[in-house]
């Protein structure tokens, strides 16, 4: 029932996507009419507005609505409503005493210290931050910035660890709820906005795409009419947008002594989004996740439905270079998810980074991301899904490079890696540390029009250093055969012209 759920939702959001016009009109802000002057004044000359003038007007529509576009009590009601029912669900049909919470355990708990917990990995480090974004999207969409939508997502998951579960507090979720969350909400919110600018009133599909991709804006966009149903981001953004749908074969299969046998054949489906590619001349970032990418895949195998979901976005930036080399430098934030199997990986960070593209010649451009930093994580090896506590929490400092060389509109290359060390410090449990490499390299090319085949290969590596018995050395290479649909409005994903 949750797999064929989560195929409907991918199947929803490809078909809605398609309906949606590529396009994006020019927003041109209009100067409210000046009433008839009285017979007896002289008639005044209409208010000129310059262009400034009518930008600010517009980014304070837009960013952040105006007194009668934005509520503080709204979202508030709303998370807590939506906690209330969460509580309820999981006490009847998942565990009675530990959502069984009341007046007394809500007593304790705001006595009791903050805790590492060891919940089953995915309930912590994917449908925790996944709750997040619903605290964050009923904020955002209730006309809420950024900053002050973050603000309730960190305040809901308190709330919930508090009154929502009967055990003590705990640590870890409140970082990956809050920050993971965050992340995760602002992109699913623009995908949502994307969604609504195509050409045109957003029709049924569009509609049930927001609803699937964030349901907290479907919700306020039903609930309060057009009071919510603003849109949220005319400036024609550059996007790259596609989805997929293919097999996967694992090539190359190290178990480090682990037992659990992996699934060699399956059938894969993913998504990919990058939204503000640096390019164009006169291009600003100046409001977080301005410029984002979002990245996620699900497979037929039962130990890697999810098998990831990776999301970094801008938070601050300058623009930089002129000519033919353009980009950004900033702060990002970045959450990742991943499960090949033998495996499990999850980190919340912040990294110091920059995003370009570079023309190399008329035709040919290099589009290219570099980030460090340091956030908190969890990794460890995939275990029974009633006994998963096989991991552990460290520091993890981390580290992603990626590189897209694109041959006009015909061809693409992709590489990356993603290294991440995560530490022993910051855990209650054994203070042993591991390393989690992810290496892609794919080549993509378009067939015709928006259609297009690619030809994907994956390397996945976890090394444990000094681990005694616990020593592993896992590692799951595979290809996979991909068709994608191009959904963006700049195709290959080439911003700007040289």
């Not at 927001?210 to 024609?236: E, H, I, L, M």
């Not at 990418?293 to 497979?299: D, I, N, R, S």
């Not at 934030?333 to 110091?352: N, R």
Request: charged share 20%; with cysteine.
């Amino acid at each position: 029932m949750f797999r064929s759920t989560l195929l409907t939702i991918v199947a929803t959001v490809a078909c809605s996507t398609l309906r949606a016009h590529p396009a994006r009109a020019q927003q041109i802000a209009a100067v409210p009419p000046i009433a008839e002057p009285a017979a007896d004044r002289p008639e005044a000359p209409a208010p000129l507005l310059d262009a400034a003038t009518l930008a600010a007007r517009s980014r304070f529509e837009l960013d952040l609505g105006s007194e009668l576009e934005k509520s503080y009590v709204i979202p508030a009601i709303e998370i807590v409503t939506f906690e209330l029912l969460l509580n309820q669900f999981n006490r009847r049909f998942i565990d009675e005493d530990e959502y069984g919470s009341d007046a007394s355990s809500i007593a304790d708990n705001l006595h009791h210290g903050w805790v590492i917990d060891r919940d089953p990995f995915d309930v912590n480090q994917l449908w925790h931050p996944y709750a997040g974004s619903i605290y964050f999207g009923f904020a955002r969409s209730a006309g809420l910035n950024f900053w002050e939508s973050a603000g309730y997502t960190f305040l809901g998951s308190a709330l919930w660890e508090v009154a929502g579960e009967t055990v003590p507090p705990s640590l870890n979720d409140q970082i990956s709820t809050s920050f993971g969350g965050a992340f995760l909400g602002e992109a699913f919110f623009r995908v949502a906005g994307w969604i609504l600018e195509g050409e045109g009133e957003p029709d049924g599909w569009r509609e049930g795409a927001v609803a699937v991709v964030s349901p907290p804006t479907a919700v306020n966009r039903y609930a309060f009419g057009d009071r919510f149903k603003q849109r949220f981001d005319r400036r024609d953004r550059p996007v790259f947008a596609r989805v997929g749908i293919g097999g996967s074969l694992a090539t190359n299969v190290s178990r480090g002594g682990q037992s659990s046998e992996v699934n060699r054949n399956h059938a894969v489906g993913n998504f990919e989004m990058d939204y503000g590619l640096p390019g164009r001349s006169g291009e600003r970032w100046s409001e977080p996740f301005d410029l984002f990418h979002f990245e996620g895949t699900l497979t037929s195998s039962s130990d890697a439905f999810v098998e990831n979901a990776f999301v970094r976005g801008l938070l601050w930036g300058r623009g930089y270079g002129s000519g033919s080399l353009a980009g950004v430098a900033g702060l990002y934030g970045t959450y990742c998810y991943l499960s090949p199997q033998l495996f499990q990986l999850s980190t919340t960070a912040l990294s110091l980074g920059s995003t370009m593209q570079w023309w190399l010649t008329r035709d040919i451009a290099l589009q290219g991301n570099l980030l460090g930093g340091v956030g908190y994580g969890a990794a460890g090896r995939t275990a029974d899904a009633a006994i998963d506590r096989e991991y552990h929490y460290g520091i993890t400092p981390q580290a992603i490079l990626g590189a897209r060389l694109l041959f006009g509109e015909r061809v693409m290359l992709d590489v990356s890696a993603r290294d991440y060390w995560v530490s022993g410090a910051g855990s209650s449990g054994s203070g042993r540390s591991e390393n989690i490499l992810r290496e892609q390299a794919s080549l993509t090319v378009r067939l015709h029009e928006r259609h297009a085949l690619g030809l994907q290969y994956d390397l996945s590596r976890r090394d444990v250093p000094d681990a005694g018995t616990l020593q592993r050395h896992q590692t799951v290479q595979t290809t996979s055969l991909v068709y994608s649909y191009l959904l963006g409005n700049h195709g290959s994903g080439l911003a700007g012209t040289r």
